[in-house]
């Protein structure tokens, strides 16, 4: 039998627990809001200047705000059930770490050729993010296939974007695109299992 004590102690490890959860949770939001930013200041202005967006075309700052609080919003309201449904308990931390890297990838590829990852990165801030994430807890067991599904998946992504600049291989972009949004998927969905 718990004292009181202790069980005041094991709610407040509880409480602090998902206090942390909650915290990542936010810093993803908040780079894949920025990121957003980036996606969609090149779509409707063509630049990723600041100065362009505000003084130039100032007509799309809407459109480039109702965007990023899409994204806000979906992800709060994802999030939410993430940090409390028990399933994602033993996966998180894989998950997030999977989640973090994808968006690293995305971040910097919509720096260095924004025209060409634009719609790779809206796929994956509206679709593919949240799906993968949801797939995860369906086989939490530590397979094999597991860490290929997610390790595998992660370097196939960052091969395929560096590859859509490759001059001499961007007639395959389309093809490109697709491997990377499917990789995405895949890394967070292998990150799925229980950490021992």
Not at 96 to 121: N, Q
């Amino acid at each position: 039998m718990q004292t009181i004590s202790e069980r005041a102690l094991n709610d407040n490890k509880l409480i602090l627990e998902k206090q942390h959860k909650a915290l990542l949770f936010v810093a993803s939001i908040a780079v894949k809001s920025f990121l957003m930013a980036v996606t969609t200041s090149y779509i409707f202005c063509k630049s990723l200047d600041p100065n362009i967006l505000f003084f130039h075309c100032s007509m799309n700052i809407v459109y480039v705000g109702i965007s990023i609080g899409a994204i806000i919003v979906i992800g709060t309201v994802f999030g939410y059930f993430i940090i409390r449904i028990k399933s994602f308990d033993d996966i998180f931390v894989n998950m997030m770490k999977s989640d973090y890297i994808v968006t690293t990838m995305y971040f910097s590829m919509g720096f260095l050729a924004p025209a060409m990852m634009s719609t790779m990165i809206i796929v994956w801030l509206f679709g593919i993010w949240i799906l993968g994430m949801l797939l995860a807890p369906f086989n939490k067991e530590k397979t094999i296939l597991k860490k290929v599904t997610q390790y595998g998946s992660l370097v196939a992504v960052g091969i395929l974007l560096v590859a859509s600049l490759i001059p001499q291989l961007q007639e395959y972009g389309q093809p490109f695109a697709l491997g990377a949004i499917i990789s995405s998927l895949m890394s967070i969905f292998g990150s799925g299992r229980i950490q021992t």
